[in-house]
């Protein structure tokens, strides 16, 4: 089924996006190594997919059921636009580069179900507030245990970093199962994929973009927006995992990368907004406000070329 490259170049591009991110703000507080991060990661995002990854594929089969035509025309248009993202080191939505094409696809051929895109547009909105609002609460909640327990400066520093380690896992379990629909729900349904190997093939795909190209955009949100410490960044990280998990459980693919700035958002509101580096700030903003519109001005060109092809 050649419309599946299609499928994996996305998860290639998700995986150099969003994937890394839940390990960003640990590698660039440097307790751990860009190296260890990606292959945790790698292990992780898999094992989530697969665990748990079939909630998210029911959503977007439900969103927009379509061919294996128009689920390449989805998979190229979102992760051309997530690659471009990714080359001007801009952590975005993937949820929101494939949505945005399945909703052009969906209008053109009168078959859009309303319903779950409020229901998705809505988790959108609550994502980044959630991750925020998680920060402040585990902030002041991990820090009074840590006063409790006097740890001494070799344990605490220690301890942070294993904290890390294994948030940043967490947090790649919850990604591999949340963000795993993005890259090849499209095509699970009659005729293509089973739920079961569309969340193989898409996590493995997701993997390949997080061992290549992922480094880069880590730095954007884990060094760039806020000036994070070691804490700072086990609390993010956490917080966004959290968040994205929740919505894995619900069934809804939402974007790690919106998770993650909101959760550092999250720090810099508790240490003073003229923390948060406002430049970088408005260009991550740009990025997921022009995410959609442009996936869909892709998938509308990629769809008149099938017409004239005569592949619809």
């Known amino acids: 089924m050649w419309q599946l490259s299609s499928g994996i170049f996305l998860g290639w591009s998700l995986g150099a996006n969003d994937a890394s991110n839940v390990f960003g703000t640990a590698v660039a507080s440097r307790m751990v190594k860009f190296t260890t991060a990606a292959a945790l990661c790698s292990l ?3 094992l989530g997919a697969l665990l748990e990854g079939q909630g998210g594929i029911d ?3 439900r969103l927009s059921p379509m061919s294996a035509n128009l689920a390449f025309i989805v998979g190229l248009s979102a992760g051309a636009t997530v690659a471009l993202m990714s080359y001007w080191r801009l952590p975005v939505s993937t949820s929101q580069a494939v949505v945005g094409a399945l909703v052009l696809i969906g209008l053109i051929q009168s078959d859009l179900n309303a319903s779950s895109l409020l229901k998705v547009v809505l988790c959108w909105v609550g994502t980044p507030i959630g991750a925020a609002l998680a920060t402040i ?3 002041y909640t991990v820090g009074k245990l840590l006063n409790l327990l006097y ?3 070799f344990m605490f520093d220690r301890g942070l970093r294993w904290s890390l380690i294994l948030a940043g896992s967490y947090g790649a ?5 949340n963000n795993v629909a993005n890259v090849t729900g499209a095509f699970a349904g009659p005729g293509m994929l089973s739920p079961l190997q569309a ?3 898409g996590s493995l795909a997701i993997t390949l973009g997080i061992l290549t190209y992922s480094q880069k955009v880590m730095y954007t949100v884990g060094r760039d927006l806020v000036h994070l410490d070691a804490y700072t960044a086990f609390i993010s990280i956490l917080s966004a995992a959290v968040t994205v998990h929740v919505y894995a459980i619900i069934g809804v693919p939402v974007s790690t990368s919106q998770a993650i700035v909101g959760a550092v958002l999250g720090i810099g509101i508790l240490k003073g907004t003229r923390t948060i580096h406002s430049r970088t700030l408005w260009k991550i903003l740009f990025g997921w ?3 959609p ?3 869909a001005g892709v998938a509308f060109g990629v769809y008149q070329l099938f017409l004239l092809l005569k592949l619809i």
């Open 151 to 153: 740890p001494t400066l």
């Open 59 to 61: 959503t977007y089969q």
């Open 293 to 295: 519109a442009i996936s």
């Open 173 to 177: 379990y919850a990604l591999g199962a």
């Open 44 to 46: 992780f995002v898999v």
């Open 199 to 201: 969340c193989l093939i």
């Open 289 to 291: 406000i022009g995410t």
């Open 137 to 139: 609460l585990l902030y």
